[in-house]
Structure formats: C-alpha cells, structure tokens
C-alpha cells in the first residue's frame, strides 16, 4: 500500500533529526575546540578525547537508527539500531528473536514504535519487544515508574489529525502510525495498568 506523507511532515521529520544529532556533534566541536589548545596538560586532553570518543560514538548510532527507521530499512537490523539508540538512555531494550525473525520493513516499524514507548517512560524503565502470536505483526510492551502519554501524541496517531497541528515531538507518532498504514495495519496504543503503556501493529486494518 502506497502512503503518502506531506511536505509539512518531512520539514517536521528534518527538525527532529537535527534535534537528536545536534547535541553529540557540537559536543565533538567543543572537544576538538579543547584538544587544539596549545596549553592544555595532558589529563584534560585525554578527557577531551573521550568526550569527543563518546559523542562521536551517540552520534553514530543515532545516525544509524534514523536511517533505518526513516529509511527503506536495509544495511541494518532492528535490534542493532534500537539497541544503539538507547544505549546508556533510561529506558533499556528487550529485543526478542521473534521479533528478528520478522521482515525488515516491520522491523523498521518495531524500531520507530520503541521511539514513541521510551518518549512515554519520562523516567525510563523496559521496553519489551516481540512479534505477535502467530508471528503477525509487532508487539511492544513498556513498563517504567510513571507514563506520560500526553493528547497531542494520542491525536497524531489518530487517522483523521490535522497535519498543521502537528509539532517535532508528535510528528514521530504521525508518521509511525503511516509506516504502519503501509503495512495494512493499524496501530495502536493502551494502558493495560499502571505504569504500563502496550503498543500494538497487527496486519488488517
């Protein structure tokens, strides 16, 4: 199924990926800034360096899950890009061999689900994700110590939003709920208890 997705939401998607990659990058710029002074003693060049190590590093792997989430879903996996995207993050990944097992492009859906299920878990806490029963579709289950599911995010994964609404923190649930579109299914979101938010595609809307 072909899903079309507005000029506005890709501008939205642009300012989202800045925003996770600005960070990291100008943490390597101020690294580098302080490795190029002549003065410094050795310890704080060391420090230096691992500052630059380490953002270099987050900025890779953000770079690697955003190309498979946004992207066509090749040159990766799954579970490696959901794993590098929350690596040292509150939230802490579960990934399991079922849900590996299924195609790239669901797993491109698995990846851009665990997005909107970590930004819900303000305190962090674990995502667990798994194909459905029968292996049909994507099932993410998230528990932490508080969840925040806000209207505006519940509005961008309805069918009927207003794209003009929509802002770069909700626009990621807008264009999950199209990537699931383009699967034939539908995806959904619940509360099954306190502190639990469950995340659901199946095929056949």
């Known amino acids: 199924m072909a899903v079309m997705v507005e000029l506005r939401v890709m501008e939205l998607l642009n300012a989202r990926l800045c925003h996770e990659l600005i960070s990291p990058v ?9 490795v190029a002074e ?9 420090d230096a360096m691992k500052l630059i ?5 987050t900025a890779g792997q953000r770079l690697n899950f955003y190309r498979f989430a946004y992207g066509s879903g ?4 799954g579970k490696d890009a959901a794993l590098g995207l929350l690596d040292g993050a509150k939230a802490k990944v579960d990934w399991q061999d079922s849900a590996s097992a299924l195609p790239l492009e669901w797993q491109r859906l698995a990846c851009n689900m ?8 303000p305190r962090g806490g674990m995502l667990r994700i798994e194909a459905a ?5 994507i099932v993410v289950n ?6 925040n599911l806000t209207a505006e995010l519940r509005a961008a994964l309805a069918d009927n939003v207003d794209v003009d609404a929509l802002t770069a923190r909700t626009v990621h ?3 999950t709920a199209r990537v699931a579109e383009s699967l034939d299914a539908k995806l959904e979101l619940t509360e099954p208890g306190a502190g639990k938010v469950l995340l659901t595609a199946k095929p056949g809307r």
């Open 26 to 34: 100008g943490a390597i710029n101020n690294g580098v800034e302080l």
């Open 38 to 46: 002549e003065d410094m003693d050795a310890d704080f060049q060391r």
């Open 53 to 57: 190590a380490s953002s270099a590093k």
């Open 74 to 77: 090749r040159g990766s996996t």
């Open 114 to 121: 665990v997005v909107i299920a970590a930004e819900v878990l």
């Open 133 to 137: 029963e029968g292996g049909k579709g």
């Open 142 to 147: 998230a528990g932490g110590d508080s969840v």
């Open 173 to 175: 649930g807008y264009y």
